[in-house]
T-cell receptor
């Protein structure tokens, strides 16, 4: 079982709608979680970090963390064609082991 | 100027050749990482370094070696390249003193093809 799992997609969402991306993790020690956006052939770009249970909002992006369910999600409101990319979920422990473990990513396509 | 740079950006080589990929950063971060990315497998950690004197193997270090020449420079070598090392390679940096745990920032990547 992979430590960080994502639905590979593709996920297609109409322009202007809410895109919802999900991620589960198996290591209960994981404390910090990250969402990266990666355009085809480009490097991952950090868009959200979350450490506490609940929601964290930044512009059109909201990250949600539920440690009891070992579940992290990313909501993108008012989806734009420029949001079409692969979204990578990553987790790390704050207890000395600070390597990131990545999911394989979800490919998101925004349909104009 | 980019904070994390990688050279070369693209490289085609032949089986058995020695290849070096270089990473430089101006972010002042102590921690540097090398990943490879393959379709369907995601990003996998090859080596990481928490400072100049601290180098550690990641999950897929076989066939690779690294050198941390300075705080700002971290090189990845393939001693004898083989076709299954064809992949996209990324360097990343992080600063544990920034207040955020291990946010990593990536370079532009090197696309390596081994024939």
């Amino acid at each position: 079982q992979k430590e960080v799992e994502q639905n590979s997609g593709p996920l297609s969402v109409p322009e202007g709608a809410i895109a919802s991306l999900n991620c589960t993790y198996s290591d209960r020690v994981s404390q910090s979680f990250f969402w990266y956006r990666q355009y085809s052939g480009k490097s991952p770009e950090l868009i959200m970090s979350i450490y506490s249970n609940g929601d964290k909002e930044d512009g059109r992006f909201t990250a949600q963390l539920n440690k009891a369910s070992q579940y992290v999600s990313l909501l993108i409101r008012d989806s734009q064609p420029s949001d079409s990319a692969t979204y990578l979920c990553a987790a790390t422990s704050n207890f000395g082991n600070e390597k990131l473990t990545f999911g394989t990513g979800t490919r998101l396509t925004i349909i104009p | 100027d980019a904070d994390v740079t990688q050279t070369p950006r693209n490289r085609i080589t032949k089986t058995g050749k020695r290849i070096m990929l270089e990473c430089s950063q101006t972010k002042g971060h102590d921690r540097m990482y090398w990943y490879r990315q393959d379709p369907g497998l995601g990003l996998r950690l090859i080596y990481y370094s928490f400072d100049v004197k601290d180098i550690n193997k990641g999950e897929i270090s076989d066939g690779y070696s690294v050198s941390r020449q300075a705080q700002a420079k971290f090189s990845l070598s393939l001693e004898s390249a083989i076709p299954n090392q064809t992949a996209l390679y990324f360097c990343a940096t992080s600063d544990p003193t920034s207040g955020f745990y291990n946010e990593q920032f990536f370079g532009p990547g090197t696309r390596l093809t081994v024939l």
